[in-house]
């Protein structure tokens, strides 16, 4: 039964997490099940994945601090090392009532601030949870993986279905998702999808490149708002 987020992404990777690797050999027990760490040593550098779900209560106050409690100051790092900031990230999973505009920019604020760790925050609603869920339970897959599957099969829904809307968020907020479409089968789709995950990926590279331009800014003697606006405009056109 596929009942979370991280069963989902384990049943796109073929029954795991972290791609072509089990799970008991890449979790790391921090004695808290609010947050999971799972580290992908493939590399020459391991990278750690914090997976966590977001809230905000009806006071409209969120559980960020409790998350990143657990995940700065867990015991498990008095017997593990403790991960470098420059190889960590943190996908929060969000669900939401609705996709709203209103969203977006507390979403921009959690991933713009960067403390500790790289920030994803992966929303959706519980309908395009469970559309995606027995969508991909209804696939065969014929002896391939999974996500092969889907990137072959997705091309068949509308586009703006809530297995698809799922899917190309889903894709640009965990890190280690690549996917690769098959060419002959869905060129026009592969890039209509990769085209918006790569858009989702840019606005959040757009909004770290204007926020460290703006601390390195106010810290010069000689801040001057009309030559920052200017600077982060031309640098937009640039990208």
Same mark, same amino acid.
């Given at each position: ?7 989902? %992404? ?36 391991s ?17 960020l ?15 593990? !090392? ?16 609705? &996709? ?6 507390? %979403? ?16 959706? +609603?519980?309908?395009?949870?469970? $559309?995606?869920?027995?969508? $991909? ?11 092969? +599957? ?17 899917? +190309? ?27 918006? %995950?790569d858009? &989702? ?13 703006? &601390?390195?800014? &106010? ?12 600077? %982060?405009?031309?640098?937009?056109? !640039?990208?």
């Amino acid at each position: 039964m596929i009942s979370t987020i991280l069963d989902i %992404i384990r049943l796109l990777n073929g029954g795991s997490v972290i791609p072509m690797q089990k799970d008991k050999d890449t979790k790391i027990d921090l004695y808290n099940d609010k947050v999971q760490l799972f580290v992908d040593a493939s590399g020459q550098e391991s990278k750690y994945y914090y997976f966590s779900e977001f809230e905000i209560d009806g006071e409209n106050q969120d559980n960020l601090s409790e998350i990143e409690d657990v995940a700065l100051n867990s015991d498990a790092y008095t017997v593990v !090392e403790k991960p470098k900031p420059s190889d960590s990230y943190m996908i929060l999973f969000w669900k939401v009532e609705h &996709i709203e505009e209103r969203l977006y920019p507390y %979403i921009i604020k959690i991933e713009e601030n960067e403390f500790f760790y790289k920030k994803y925050v992966f929303y959706y +609603t519980e309908k395009e949870q469970q $559309c995606f869920g027995k969508w $991909c339970e209804s696939l065969k897959t014929n002896g391939k993986p999974m996500l092969d +599957t889907v990137l072959e099969e997705v091309q068949f829904l509308n586009d703006e279905s809530e297995q698809v809307q799922f899917l +190309t968020r889903l894709l640009s907020k965990v890190p280690f998702f690549n996917p690769i479409f098959p060419k002959a089968v869905m060129n026009d789709f592969g890039e209509m999808v990769r085209q918006k %995950i790569d858009g &989702i990926r840019k606005q959040k590279k757009n909004v770290e490149m204007i926020n460290d331009m703006f &601390i390195k800014s &106010i810290e010069e003697e000689s801040f001057d708002v009309e030559v920052l606006s200017d600077m %982060i405009y031309q640098k937009i056109l !640039e990208e």
